[in-house]
């Protein structure tokens, strides 16, 4: 069996980071020019309030501050998946019909989970997702990611998508995330709308191959990555894989020595946002890392680092 071959949305939907002042206060007008940047290089669509957003340190108010903003400000010129994860039910519900009715196009879910400790099984699981689908009209993403530490088969992903309306896009960070992608598409056909890329698109080729259809990574360099799932879609492989093997570098240090801050930092460097800083507790990044991101980044030569100057 096969994904739907007609999927509402794919391309590359990169994570929109917050940017913060000096002292951790949102900067909604580096947070607005950051997404024209995004839109700019190329992004189909955009993903806001994920982890690489740090949504983990942003108040409820701040979520919804955020979540107006940004939908106010790209107006429609890309859809916009908003992510409304939580450990309750009824709030990630109440959290995702609040996104549908500032326009969101998608809500991008993770499993309950809280700390090391406080998972629940798959029934409650089933029932979790159950119930985000009843609230919205929208497609619901479930983030298949390690950080979750949340065991999701193929088959139960499958399962859902198969029964839960509005669960129809996966995005798999896991291990073996191909093999995964594949098992998924055979079990689920048609009901698997959406099979994604994540992590940062260290694995897009491997998942490309094995039927994925969209890529969510970091924001600072969506031109890049266009590159590599354009000339895939249309039918150009080995095109595909010499824009992969060119991109792959900044690829890999955004994804194993920087992490979230990686698209902060470039932006920064590159005039489309005041501050790189994280918000308190999380450490600034390294000086001779960032040198080391710059300097990589800089022999691809991205609309980022020349957008703002």
């Known amino acids: 069996m096969q994904a739907n071959i007609a999927p509402r949305f794919k ?11 000096q002292s951790g206060e949102l900067d909604l007008p580096s947070q607005r020019r950051c997404v024209d940047f995004m839109i700019d290089a190329g992004s189909n669509g955009l993903c806001i309030l994920a ?19 940004i939908l106010e400000h790209v107006a429609g010129r890309v859809p916009v998946i908003v992510t409304t994860s939580h450990f309750s039910t009824r709030i990630c519900a109440q959290r995702s019909r609040q996104a549908q009715d500032m326009g969101a196009a998608m809500v991008m879910v993770m499993p309950p989970y809280h700390g090391a400790t406080f998972r629940v099984p798959e029934e409650q699981i089933y ?8 609230a919205i009209d929208i497609p619901i993403m479930i983030q298949d990611a390690p950080a979750s530490g949340t065991p999701l088969s193929a088959a139960f ?26 098992e998924l598409i ?13 992590e940062e698109a260290i694995t897009l080729m491997p998942d490309l191959d094995a039927g994925a259809s969209g890529a969510m990574t970091g924001g600072a360099y969506p031109d890049g990555i266009r590159m590599i799932v354009d000339a895939y879609a249309a039918g150009r492989r080995e095109e595909a894989v010499s824009a992969y093997q060119q991109w792959l570098p900044l690829i890999n240090y955004e994804n194993r020595q920087c992490g979230l801050l990686a698209a902060k930092a ?18 600034a990044m390294h000086a001779a890392t960032r040198a080391g991101l710059l300097e990589t980044a800089r022999r691809l030569n991205p609309l980022v680092l020349r957008w703002g100057r």
């Open 157 to 182: 992903l499958a399962r859902m998508a198969r029964e839960i309306a509005q669960v129809s896009y996966f995005k798999i960070e896991t291990a073996g995330a191909a093999a995964k992608l594949r």
């Open 186 to 198: 055979h079990l689920g056909g048609e009901a698997v709308e959406g099979p994604w890329d994540g």
């Open 127 to 134: 029932g979790f997702y159950a119930g985000v689908s009843q």
């Open 51 to 69: 982890n690489f957003s740090e949504q983990f340190v942003l108040s409820d108010s701040e979520r919804e501050t955020l979540t107006r903003t």
């Open 266 to 283: 470039l932006m920064q460097e590159g005039g489309v946002i005041a501050c790189e800083a994280p918000r308190h507790p999380l450490p």
């Open 11 to 21: 391309g590359v939907f990169p994570v929109v980071p917050t940017p913060f002042t």
